[in-house]
């Protein structure tokens, strides 16, 4: 009998490329999706139309995880082997917009999981989604699995307090739950309202004569990124050790903003001075200038490598969609991905 996988944000950016890695790997596959009034299931439409996947493996169910009874009702249906925790309000920015509703949904949305599988008794594995902006003001360069925590966003503080109670579930109840402390990993499938999403797509259009202004915040601000669909499978990874632990996952290179811009606009030969101002309204009240990981802990233990380095990475969202928007003016069906 297959495994069972139930992963929450499956709509999302991780959540696409982790229910496609499970599904090759033959589980049958979970998600949950929140109710809306237009359809929110772009990334996943592909799978369905894929000769190689069995169809009846992908199965969604609507809930929240603002929603302890939705939530704890699936857990005890479905009893899945694996869990992974996708589901966040994951947008540093808006979080200082939305302050508490980030608490609720990227804080205590995890708890309300927690609770859902110590109180069903189901032996599942557990994977809580970390973010490296919980290291926010860093206190060591680069950031390992025991450098500490000083968020810098009410995003980061509400991963930090997602990622020590999953240990405390862990230690307290025994339970197999592991914490990704995955740093920014990207791919075409990334939201266009992120930066990396903001500037491919803003090249794109420039090239095409559609746009000729970029507003950006700040462009000193230095990232690990990585590439997300690489990124999932140290989430899977995780889940097949015997013992639950936390990793750091990053590529070890850190690159500004600035640096991003030089790629993509380089790329298809444009400068980007002419087509990029600063806006003011895109800085945070407390910035993070600088992220790199440090991933040796998942190399050894897991396995884990990252492969599509930073200009690949670059070039591949670019050259994505430049190919979303020739496919849009054709009118031909898109695929994000």
């Known amino acids: 009998m297959a495994k069972k996988a139930l992963i929450t944000g499956i709509t999302g950016q991780d959540g696409s490329y982790l229910a496609e890695l499970l599904l090759s790997k033959g589980y049958e596959v979970h998600g949950i999706i929140r109710r809306a009034s237009v359809f929110t299931t772009q990334r996943l439409d592909h799978i369905y139309s894929d000769p190689h996947v069995?169809?009846?493996?992908?199965?969604?169910?609507?809930?929240?995880?603002?929603?302890?009874?939705?939530?704890?009702?699936?857990?005890?249906?479905?009893?899945?082997?694996?869990?992974?925790?996708?589901?966040?309000?994951?947008?540093?920015?808006?979080?200082?917009?939305?302050p508490e509703y980030t608490a609720d949904v990227t804080g205590t949305g995890t708890v309300r999981l927690l609770e859902a599988i110590r109180e069903s008794g189901i032996a599942t594995r557990f994977y809580q989604a970390s973010s490296s902006e919980m290291y926010g003001k860093v206190l060591e360069i680069?950031?390992?699995?025991?450098?500490?925590?000083?968020?810098?966003?009410?995003?980061?503080?509400?991963?930090?307090?997602?990622?020590?109670?999953?240990?405390?579930?862990?230690?307290?109840?025994?339970?197999?739950?592991?914490?990704?402390?995955?740093?920014n990993h990207e791919s075409p499938r990334r939201g266009a309202t992120f930066v990396t999403r903001k500037i491919t797509r803003a090249v794109a259009h420039i090239q095409a004569g559609l746009q000729d202004k970029l507003f950006l915040g700040n462009l000193d601000a230095k990232r690990d990124w990585g590439y997300a669909k690489e990124f999932v499978?140290?989430?899977?990874?995780?889940?097949?050790?015997?013992?639950?632990?936390?990793?750091?996952?990053?590529?070890?290179?850190?690159?500004?903003?600035?640096?991003?811009?030089?790629?993509?606009?380089?790329?298809?030969?444009?400068?980007?001075?002419?087509?990029?101002?600063?806006?003011?309204?895109?800085?945070?009240?407390?910035?993070?200038?600088?992220?790199?990981?440090?991933?040796?802990?998942?190399?050894?233990?897991?396995?884990?490598?990252?492969?599509?380095?930073?200009?690949?990475?670059?070039?591949?969202?670019?050259?994505?969609?430049?190919?979303r928007l020739k496919d849009h003016r054709e009118g031909k069906i898109q695929v994000i991905g």
């Open 142 to 183: 680069p950031q390992t699995e025991t450098t500490p925590f000083y968020p810098r966003s009410p995003y980061g503080c509400a991963k930090v307090y997602s990622y020590w109670i999953t240990v405390n579930y862990r230690e307290s109840y025994g339970m197999h739950a592991s914490n990704g402390i995955l740093f």
């Open 54 to 98: 069995e169809k009846t493996k992908l199965k969604l169910h609507y809930g929240d995880v603002a929603d302890a009874s939705a939530i704890s009702r699936l857990v005890r249906t479905i009893e899945p082997e694996e869990i992974y925790n996708l589901a966040a309000q994951s947008h540093v920015r808006v979080s200082f917009d939305s």
């Open 233 to 323: 499978e140290a989430m899977w990874m995780m889940l097949q050790q015997e013992k639950a632990d936390d990793y750091v996952v990053a590529t070890g290179e850190t690159h500004s903003v600035r640096e991003f811009l030089d790629v993509a606009f380089g790329h298809v030969g444009l400068d980007w001075n002419k087509h990029v101002e600063i806006d003011p309204a895109y800085y945070r009240p407390a910035e993070v200038e600088i992220l790199i990981g440090d991933a040796t802990k998942a190399r050894k233990q897991l396995g884990w490598e990252p492969k599509t380095k930073f200009t690949e990475l670059v070039k591949l969202m670019v050259d994505a969609d430049i190919q």
